[in-house]
Structure formats: C-alpha cells, structure tokens
C-alpha cells in the first residue's frame, strides 16, 4: 500500500519554542492532507485539511497562526507549532488521500509525539 | 448534528470471537471505515464498506446496514496481537471523515 512518513517520531522542546513536522507521501502523490492530534486515551481530534498549493482548512477551535500549515508539493505537508507551550504536548498525525483516491482511504503517517517542557 | 457511538472498552479471550459495534448519524453518508489503532501509533486501515452487507477479509470482517446507520467488525480467532483500539469513522456527503472516540480491544489470554 501507500507509505506516508512522518518526521521526526519524538520531539521534546522548552515552553516558546517553536517545532516543524513533516508529513510525506513516499511513492503517491497528496492531493490532499490531514494533520491531527491525538490525546491519550482519545480519538483522533481534525485539526486541518491542506490541499496542495492553497491556503489550508483549519477547523474550528484550532489557531491558524500557532499551527501553521505549509502543503507546498504534492508529497509534503508541515505542520509548525509555534511559540509551543506544555498544553501542546500531544500525539500528531498526518494523513494524506492521493489523485483520484474516490473511496477516501486515508495513509497515516507514523505520528509525532511532541513534548514541551 | 453529525456523531459516532461506538462502545469505550470490550475485553476478549484468546481464541475467541468479538464485534465492535457503532452506530453513525451524519449529513449525507459515502462509507465507513475501520481502522485499527496500537498504543503510540497511527491508526491502520482495516475495513471500508459503502454497500449493505457483510465484507469478510481474513480474521475481520465488517458488516454495514445503511438504513439503521449501524455497523460492526467482526474479530475472529483472537489474538493477543489484536489487544488495540479500533475507530469508525464515517465519510460524509463533503467526504469528510467523522471519528467515533474508539473501542479499546483487550484480550485476555
């Protein structure tokens, strides 16, 4: 199947730093990407859905200028959570739908476990 | 508004037999999913059903009726591999996808 990969797994950074996430479609092209976070013990919470070469879809609730979406190539999508602070430290997880993909399968990416001190 | 029911924990034995249930409301509806989910990792795709019935793939299996907005996913032979969460999520007429909170799958040997 598909492969998504989703850099880096783990990342811990002090209060008022800022960190990037990379989410990349290996062998398809992403016409459409999905970042979400996860808590323990929760289900998987949308934060955006990037279509490439546009402004992303943020959903409600979400700040648009502290998790900044950049979907510059069919492949890559990144998620920078800036100015991060101990209350962001959660699981995040890419996914991405290819070209024509009509019954909306999605290919998750490994996800991120961001930990801020 | 648009919601998922699924059950929070189920516990099995090994060897054994298990259905997850859920039960969907959405504004339109283009197929559910399953999707299996360890501890720390991404989810993993399961099942896809958009037509009545019962789709049986290996060990799992995934029953849809549209008309009851119900589904379920049917492990057989357990095993303790299988210990996860389990999500469905529905696509609805904006294919969008909406999550239920998942079942955490425990299997007892």
């Known amino acids: 199947g598909a492969v998504v990969s989703q850099h880096p797994s783990w990342v811990i950074c002090k209060s008022g730093t800022s960190v990037k996430i990379e989410c990349r479609s290996l062998?398809?092209?992403?016409?459409?990407m999905f970042w979400y976070r996860q808590f323990p013990k929760q289900s998987l919470m949308l934060m955006a859905t990037?279509?490439?070469?546009?402004?992303?879809?943020?959903e409600q609730g979400v700040e648009k200028d502290k998790f900044l979406i950049n979907h510059a190539s069919l492949t890559l999508s990144t998620l920078t959570v800036t100015s991060a602070h101990p209350e962001d430290s959660s699981f995040y997880i890419c996914?991405?739908?290819?070209?024509?993909?009509?019954?909306?399968?999605?290919?998750f990416g490994e996800g991120s476990r961001l930990t801020v001190l | 508004g648009q919601n998922i029911d699924q059950p929070t924990e189920m516990t099995a034995t090994e060897g054994a037999i298990v259905q997850i249930n859920c039960t969907y409301q959405?504004?339109?509806?283009?197929?559910l999913f399953w999707y299996q989910q360890h501890a720390g990792e991404a989810p993993t795709f399961l099942s896809y059903n958009v037509l009545d019935g019962l789709e049986e793939k290996g060990r799992f299996s995934s029953f849809l009726s549209r008309s009851k907005g119900y589904s379920y996913l049917l492990l057989k032979e357990l095993q303790m591999k299988d210990s996860a969460s389990y999500l469905c999520a529905a696509m609805d007429s904006n294919y969008q996808l909406i999550w239920g909170a998942g079942t955490k799958l425990i299997i007892k040997p």
């Open positions: 062998d398809f092209q992403a016409t459409t």
């Open positions: 996914s991405a739908k290819g070209a024509g993909v009509d019954t909306g399968e999605l290919f």
């Open positions: 990037s279509n490439e070469g546009s402004k992303a879809t943020y």
């Open positions: 959405t504004s339109g509806f283009n197929g």
